[in-house]
C-alpha cells in the first residue's frame, strides 16, 4: 500500500457514497465508486451528479474531470482492487415493522468477501451505512470470513464509521464535522481509517464496532426527540396564546440545550429520521427495553403534519375547495421526497374532499412521483391561481420573502403557515387570516 495516501473504494453512489467520495478526492484520495446503475455510472464520470446536492456539481467537475480522482464503475473486481479502504455505502431501508432490511449489505458482503480471498494485499472493509447495533461485528464479519477464508483484525481490517451528513449541507459537514466515530474490530484497522481524516480538526472518537453503530442511531433519535417535543410544546402553546419561537428562544439559549432543532413546525421527514427512530424503536423492543420516548417521538411527529390540516378545518371548510400548497420537498435545499409531510398533508386534504395543488422550487420529478394525486405547478402564482387557501409546507427561501400582494389570488385569504416562515404581522394587517403552528393567533 501507497505509504501516504490510502485509495478508497466506495460500494454505492447513493447520496452518502457519492458524497463521501467526492469529498475525499477533494482531499487528493484517489476514489473508485461502484454502482450497478449503468446510468448513475456514466452521469458521475461526466460529472453530472445524479442527485441534487449543494455544491456537488462543481465538486464532481473538479475531482472528475479537473483532478482525475474520482471515477466510477460497473466492475466491482476493479473498485476492489483499485482500493486499500473500501466503504460500504448501500441503503437499509425500513421494513413494514420499522426493523431495517440488510439484503444489499449482506449480499455486498459476500461479493466483496469472494474478492479479499482472491488477493494478498491487506484491506479494510469500512461500513458507512447505518446499520442497527452488532451488524458489523455480526453478520458483515461473518460473511466477510466465510467467503474470503480470511480472519478480520488479522487479514483483513474492519471498521464502522457513520456519517452524520445533513442533506443540503453534506459537503460542508462532511468537511467540517463536529467529530469523526470510528468503530474498529482491531487497532490497525482504526489505524488505517483514522489516516483518511488526518486533515481533519476536530475530535476523532475510537469505540467499538457497535458502540459507533448506536451512537448513529442515538443522535439521530436524539434530534428527532428534540424536534417532536418542540413541536408537543408549540401545540399546548396555541392553547395558552404563547408564540413557541420566543419560547424555544429561550430554551435554546441554554447552553446545555443548544437552539438547533427547536424549530416547531409541520414535523421531521427526510431519509434519516423516521427510518432510524423506527429502527432503534425496533431494536428496543427486540431486546426487551421498549423506548417509551422513541414510541413517543413517531407518535407525535405522525400525527403533527395534520395539525395545519385541523387548523385549516377550523377555518373554512374543505369540501370542494382548492388548497395550495407551497413546498413539497421534506426540507428546503433539497428535491428529497422521503417521508416528506407533505404528503401526508395532502393526503388529508384530498380525503376532506379538497383539491391539492402543489409548488416546489426543487423538488418537482420526485414530487410527481410521490404525489400523482396533486396537480403539480411550476411557480408560486400558478399554484395560488384558483386556489382558496394555502398550507405553507416547506420553509425555502422563496417562500420567505412572500408579500400580502403575491398571495392576492388567493380567494378566500386564508394561509396555513406549517413552518413559521412568513411575516405574519404583514399579512394580517393586510386583512389575511393566517395561522401560525405553534401560536395562536387571535
Ligand atoms: C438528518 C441528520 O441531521 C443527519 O445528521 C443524518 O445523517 C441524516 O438525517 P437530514 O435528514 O438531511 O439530516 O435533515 P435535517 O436538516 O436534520 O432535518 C430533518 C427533518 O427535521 C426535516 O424534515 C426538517 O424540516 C425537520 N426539522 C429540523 C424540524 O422540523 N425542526 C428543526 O428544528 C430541525
Known sequence: MEASKPRIGIIGTG?????????????????????????????????????????????????????KLLHATLDRKEAIDNADIIFICLPTPSGADGSINLDFIKNEAIEIGKLLGEVDEYKVIVVKSTVVPGTTSGIVRQLLEEQSGKT????????????????????SNFTNPDRVVIGSVDQQSYDFVKRLYSEFNCPILKTSTSAAEMIKYASN????????????????????????????????????????????GVGFGGSCFPKDVKALYSVSKAVNRESNILKATLATNASQPLRSVELLASLM??????IALLGLAFKPDTDDMREAPSVIIAEKLIQEGAKVKGYDPIAKETAEIALPQIQHCHSVPEVLEGSDAVILVTEWDEFKNLQPIDLSSVSQKIIIDGRRALNWKEFREAGFIIKVLGQSVP
Request: net charge negative; with cysteine; proline share 5%.
Open 317 to 322: 371548510p374543505l369540501t370542494g375547495k382548492t
Open 15 to 67: 447520496y452518502v457514497g457519492l458524497v463521501s467520495g467526492s469529498c475525499f478526492a477533494n482531499l487528493g484520495f484517489q476514489v473508485t465508486c461502484l454502482d450497478i446503475i449503468p446510468e448513475k455510472v456514466e452521469r458521475i464520470n461526466k460529472a453530472d451528479p445524479p442527485i441534487y446536492e449543494k455544491g456537488l456539481k462543481d465538486l464532481l467537475e473538479k475531482v472528475v474531470l479537473q483532478d
Open 221 to 264: 433519535s436524539f434530534l428527532a426527540t428534540k424536534i417532536s417535543f418542540i413541536n408537543e410544546i408549540a401545540n399546548v402553546c396555541e392553547m395558552l396564546d404563547i408564540d413557541v419561537g420566543e419560547v424555544a428562544e429561550g430554551v435554546g439559549l441554554d447552553d446545555r440545550i443548544s437552539p438547533r432543532f427547536l424549530r416547531a
Open 152 to 171: 478480520a483484525g488479522q487479514d483483513f481490517g474492519l471498521a464502522m464509521n457513520p456519517e452524520f451528513l445533513m442533506e443540503g449541507l453534506a459537503i
